[in-house]
């Protein structure tokens, strides 16, 4: 069994974990959250890498640049 570490994974919870369900890795690299003994149950939290959150991130943050300017050029098309 795998010892997850919180300098290898990021416990994300539900409904943002939906956001890297998507992804081909997810299955293969993220693990349920399941509780031990008197640990308390949170539903579909799953710990995903480090890398891959911040590799997510950035890549959400370029595609989210690409729409701004999509929209920025074509607001100066119509307005142009």
Known sequence: MRKLTSEEYILILFPEVQEY???KWFRQECYLCQ???DQEHIDSA???PKDRVKEYD????????EIQSEISNNKEKKHG
């Open 35 to 37: 509780p031990f003994e």
């Open 58 to 65: 950035v890549i959400s943050q370029y595609k989210d640049h």
């Open 21 to 23: 369900m998507t992804e």
């Open 46 to 48: 799953y710990f995903v």
